[in-house]
Protein backbone atom coordinates (compact mmCIF):
# COMPACT_ATOMS: atom_id res chain seq x y z
CA UNK A 1 0.00 0.00 0.00
CA UNK A 2 1.22 3.55 -1.18
CA UNK A 3 0.80 6.52 0.50
CA UNK A 4 0.65 9.48 -1.51
CA UNK A 5 1.52 12.89 -0.39
CA UNK A 6 -1.01 14.56 -3.15
CA UNK A 7 -3.47 12.07 -1.98
CA UNK A 8 -2.85 12.54 2.02
CA UNK A 9 -3.40 15.93 1.15
CA UNK A 10 -6.84 15.56 -0.08
CA UNK A 11 -7.20 13.50 3.13
CA UNK A 12 -6.06 10.99 5.72
CA UNK A 13 -5.78 7.27 5.05
CA UNK A 14 -6.66 4.52 7.01
CA UNK A 15 -5.43 0.83 6.73
CA UNK A 16 -6.26 -2.22 8.14
CA UNK A 17 -3.94 -5.43 6.12
CA UNK A 18 -2.61 -8.42 6.92
CA UNK A 19 0.07 -9.15 5.09
CA UNK A 20 0.92 -13.15 4.33
CA UNK A 21 4.22 -14.66 5.00
CA UNK A 22 6.55 -14.30 1.47
CA UNK A 23 5.21 -11.09 0.62
CA UNK A 24 7.72 -8.44 2.48
CA UNK A 25 11.23 -9.79 2.00
CA UNK A 26 13.24 -8.84 5.38
CA UNK A 27 16.58 -9.00 4.03
CA UNK A 28 17.51 -11.81 5.80
CA UNK A 29 17.75 -15.16 5.02
CA UNK A 30 17.40 -16.33 8.40
CA UNK A 31 14.50 -14.42 9.48
CA UNK A 32 11.34 -15.62 8.15
CA UNK A 33 7.35 -14.81 8.96
CA UNK A 34 5.54 -17.24 10.37
CA UNK A 35 2.08 -16.31 10.18
CA UNK A 36 0.24 -12.85 9.17
CA UNK A 37 1.30 -9.66 9.47
CA UNK A 38 -1.57 -7.22 10.66
CA UNK A 39 -1.59 -3.92 10.65
CA UNK A 40 -4.09 -1.21 11.52
CA UNK A 41 -3.68 2.80 11.78
CA UNK A 42 -3.38 6.12 9.94
CA UNK A 43 -1.73 7.98 7.55
CA UNK A 44 -1.84 11.87 7.30
CA UNK A 45 -0.22 15.14 6.09
CA UNK A 46 1.27 16.93 8.90
CA UNK A 47 0.09 20.09 7.99
CA UNK A 48 -0.94 21.59 4.60
CA UNK A 49 2.25 23.79 3.89
CA UNK A 50 4.40 20.67 4.51
CA UNK A 51 4.84 17.73 3.07
CA UNK A 52 5.48 15.53 6.34
CA UNK A 53 3.52 12.24 6.49
CA UNK A 54 2.37 11.05 10.05
CA UNK A 55 1.89 7.47 10.48
CA UNK A 56 0.35 6.38 13.48
CA UNK A 57 -0.88 2.78 13.94
CA UNK A 58 0.14 -1.03 15.48
CA UNK A 59 1.73 -3.94 14.23
CA UNK A 60 1.35 -7.90 15.25
CA UNK A 61 3.51 -10.39 13.40
CA UNK A 62 5.35 -13.52 14.59
CA UNK A 63 8.55 -13.92 13.23
CA UNK A 64 10.74 -17.18 13.28
CA UNK A 65 14.68 -17.46 12.97
CA UNK A 66 17.01 -19.65 13.72
CA UNK A 67 18.43 -19.33 17.22
CA UNK A 68 21.90 -17.83 17.50
CA UNK A 69 23.40 -20.47 20.83
CA UNK A 70 21.98 -23.36 19.75
CA UNK A 71 21.11 -22.30 15.81
CA UNK A 72 17.21 -24.57 16.50
CA UNK A 73 14.31 -22.31 15.04
CA UNK A 74 12.64 -20.12 17.44
CA UNK A 75 9.49 -17.77 17.99
CA UNK A 76 9.29 -14.02 18.11
CA UNK A 77 6.61 -12.38 18.61
CA UNK A 78 6.92 -8.51 17.41
CA UNK A 79 4.50 -6.37 18.33
CA UNK A 80 5.19 -2.77 18.02
CA UNK A 81 2.99 0.67 18.35
CA UNK A 82 3.69 3.06 15.26
CA UNK A 83 4.03 6.69 15.96
CA UNK A 84 6.44 7.81 13.33
CA UNK A 85 7.41 10.63 11.25
CA UNK A 86 8.74 11.36 7.59
CA UNK A 87 9.85 14.31 5.75
CA UNK A 88 11.18 14.72 2.05
CA UNK A 89 14.44 13.69 1.57
CA UNK A 90 14.93 16.36 -0.59
CA UNK A 91 14.31 18.92 2.08
CA UNK A 92 18.03 17.67 3.71
CA UNK A 93 20.92 18.99 2.30
CA UNK A 94 23.55 16.06 1.86
CA UNK A 95 26.64 18.46 1.55
CA UNK A 96 25.92 21.13 4.75
CA UNK A 97 26.75 19.47 7.88
CA UNK A 98 23.90 20.15 10.52
CA UNK A 99 23.03 19.82 14.48
CA UNK A 100 20.30 17.57 14.52
CA UNK A 101 18.00 18.75 17.87
CA UNK A 102 16.03 15.73 19.74
CA UNK A 103 12.78 15.88 17.76
CA UNK A 104 14.55 15.82 14.84
CA UNK A 105 16.43 12.02 15.14
CA UNK A 106 12.43 10.84 15.27
CA UNK A 107 12.03 11.82 11.97
CA UNK A 108 12.43 9.78 8.81
CA UNK A 109 13.10 10.74 5.16
CA UNK A 110 11.23 9.43 2.00
CA UNK A 111 12.53 9.93 -1.76
CA UNK A 112 9.26 9.90 -4.19
CA UNK A 113 5.77 11.12 -3.81
CA UNK A 114 5.18 8.87 -0.17
CA UNK A 115 6.00 5.94 1.57
CA UNK A 116 5.26 2.48 1.40
CA UNK A 117 3.60 0.73 4.12
CA UNK A 118 5.41 -2.55 3.38
CA UNK A 119 8.58 -0.81 3.86
CA UNK A 120 7.98 0.95 6.92
CA UNK A 121 6.54 -2.19 8.58
CA UNK A 122 10.10 -4.26 7.29
CA UNK A 123 11.49 -1.47 9.58
CA UNK A 124 9.37 -1.70 12.24
CA UNK A 125 10.02 -5.01 12.59
CA UNK A 126 13.61 -5.50 12.07
CA UNK A 127 14.12 -2.65 14.82
CA UNK A 128 11.82 -4.47 17.50
CA UNK A 129 13.45 -7.64 17.35
CA UNK A 130 16.12 -8.60 19.43
CA UNK A 131 19.67 -8.26 18.45
CA UNK A 132 20.97 -11.75 19.77
CA UNK A 133 18.02 -13.95 18.88
CA UNK A 134 18.07 -17.02 21.52
CA UNK A 135 15.09 -19.78 21.92
CA UNK A 136 15.13 -19.51 25.61
CA UNK A 137 17.41 -17.41 27.97
CA UNK A 138 18.65 -20.76 29.39
CA UNK A 139 20.01 -21.95 26.06
CA UNK A 140 22.73 -24.38 26.07
CA UNK A 141 24.11 -23.74 22.60
CA UNK A 142 25.92 -26.13 20.39
CA UNK A 143 28.93 -28.11 22.55
CA UNK A 144 32.27 -26.94 20.97
CA UNK A 145 33.69 -30.12 21.03
CA UNK A 146 31.11 -32.62 19.56
CA UNK A 147 28.74 -30.43 18.16
CA UNK A 148 25.71 -31.79 19.81
CA UNK A 149 22.90 -29.09 20.93
CA UNK A 150 23.20 -29.44 24.64
CA UNK A 151 19.39 -28.85 24.90
CA UNK A 152 18.54 -32.33 23.58
CA UNK A 153 21.48 -34.54 24.41
CA UNK A 154 23.96 -34.59 27.37
CA UNK A 155 27.20 -35.07 25.92
CA UNK A 156 29.75 -35.21 28.64
CA UNK A 157 32.91 -33.32 27.04
CA UNK A 158 34.81 -31.49 29.46
CA UNK A 159 35.30 -28.02 28.77
CA UNK A 160 38.64 -27.36 28.32
CA UNK A 161 40.38 -23.78 29.13
CA UNK A 162 42.62 -23.22 26.07
CA UNK A 163 44.28 -19.93 27.03
CA UNK A 164 46.78 -20.44 29.32
CA UNK A 165 46.39 -17.31 31.12
CA UNK A 166 43.26 -18.36 32.57
CA UNK A 167 44.59 -20.78 34.47
CA UNK A 168 45.89 -19.48 37.44
CA UNK A 169 42.35 -19.41 38.13
CA UNK A 170 41.82 -23.23 38.08
CA UNK A 171 43.94 -23.15 41.53
CA UNK A 172 41.47 -21.02 43.04
Not at 24 to 44: E, H, N, S, V, Y
Not at 97 to 112: M, T
Request: aromatic letters at 6%.
Amino acid sequence: MFFSVRDLGLRSAQFDVSIEPGVIDFLDPKLRQAGPLKAKGTAALLSHSEDGIHLQGALDVTMEADCDRCLEPATFPVTAELNLYYKPASETDEDEEAELDEGEAEIAFYEGGGIELNDVLREQILLTLPFKRICKEDCLGICPECGQIRNQVECGCEQKIVDPRWSALKEI
